[in-house]
Nanobody, 116 residues
Framework: QAQLVESGGGLVQPGGSLRLACVASGFTSDYYAIGWFRQTPGKEREAVSCISSHDGSTYYADSVKGRFSISRNSADNAVNLQMNNLTPEDTAVYYC?????????WGRGTQVTVSS
């Protein structure tokens, strides 16, 4: 059974850093995009960052450019999101997403709270 399991969320002060990790299992396709979305209450889920398995190309939302960095570890079938210089606006539930063609797979999410 295909699944994505996130870890690394938590409480951090403004200006701090967190590293999220997502481990994928049960997938068979070698061609996919994997990354992170986030959602706050009352708002739509938004794309934060993703990376392509094909050529390693990356996407970052404008709000996180220069602060977040995505990386993929194909040996461990994992994707990480290094988040630096966090602000309260980054507070959200972060979801790992793997897209294969038109099909999306989601993790259960991990809470990130940025507060003093």
């Amino acid at each position: 059974q295909a699944q994505l399991v996130e870890s690394g969320g938590g409480l951090v002060q403004p200006g701090g850093s967190l590293r999220l990790a997502c481990v994928a299992s049960g997938f068979t396709s070698d061609y996919y995009a994997i990354g992170w979305f986030r959602q706050t209450p009352g708002k739509e889920r938004e794309a934060v960052s993703c990376i392509s398995s094909h050529d390693g190309s990356t996407y970052y939302a404008d709000s996180v450019k220069g602060r977040f960095s995505i990386s993929r570890n194909s040996a461990d079938n994992a994707v990480n999101l290094q988040m630096n210089n966090l602000t309260p606006e980054d507070t959200a539930v972060y979801y790992c997403n793997r897209r294969i063609g038109s099909q999306n797979y989601w993790g259960r999410g991990t809470q990130v709270t940025v507060s003093s």
